[in-house]
């Protein structure tokens, strides 16, 4: 079901039709490597399905929307959010891309919607979310796209035989509305 709607994308809740691309994104190890230490669990087909199929059930913790290209009504990936801390004010937010789109526009456009939901509708004032050292192209992707780096966890995770610090980066809801009001034309939210 459609969510959020933006020129050339739109997000969507759970559907069905999206288990085996997810599934597949969620436990394949290459990928699962270049993520924060936090998120590598690996789950049995029939265990994931479960944990789907309750994850917007009063779950607290992980919640998704799917991201569909317009041309060709395409799977291409996630947004995802968790933790909202409202005595804080902040929530952890990622994204996945699957690799044939990384390059493409579409991982800003998602951020910029999702975003704006998330600081219209959720009393927050800070998104949050992690990078490891060796994800260089994640890295400059997010900072360009206007996250901060905030601290460092110095060898925090253990990834293919050694450890690699993981960047904690950040955005407050004005530093993005800064940014959103520069983009919001070119992905048709006026």
């Known amino acids: ?14 559907e069905d039709k999206y288990l085996s691309d997810f599934y597949e994104w969620e436990n394949n190890l290459n990928e699962l490597n270049k993520w924060n230490s936090d998120h590598k669990k690996i789950y049995s087909c029939a ?22 290209d317009k041309k060709g009504e395409q799977l291409v990936g996630y947004v995802g959010y968790a933790f909202i801390d409202l005595e804080n004010g902040n929530f952890f937010a990622g994204t ?17 919607i999702f975003l704006d939901y998330m600081f219209q509708y959720f009393p927050v004032k800070k ?23 905030e601290g460092i966890r110095k060898r925090h995770a253990f990834v293919q035989g050694e450890y690699h610090d993981e960047y904690l980066i950040a955005m407050f809801k004005d530093e993005f509305y800064n940014l959103f009001d520069k983009f919001k034309k070119y992905i048709s939210l006026d």
């Open 1 to 14: 079901m459609k969510v959020l709607e933006s020129k050339h994308i739109y997000l969507s809740t759970y």
């Open 47 to 68: 265990k994931f399905k479960n944990k789907i199929e309750n994850l917007n059930d009063n779950n607290e913790y992980d919640n998704y929307f799917f991201i569909i």
């Open 96 to 112: 996945y891309i699957k690799p044939g789109y990384r390059k493409s526009p579409i991982n800003t456009e998602a951020w910029l």
């Open 127 to 149: 998104v949050v979310s992690s990078v490891l050292d060796f994800n260089k192209n994640s890295l400059d992707n997010i900072t360009s796209a206007g996250f901060k780096i």
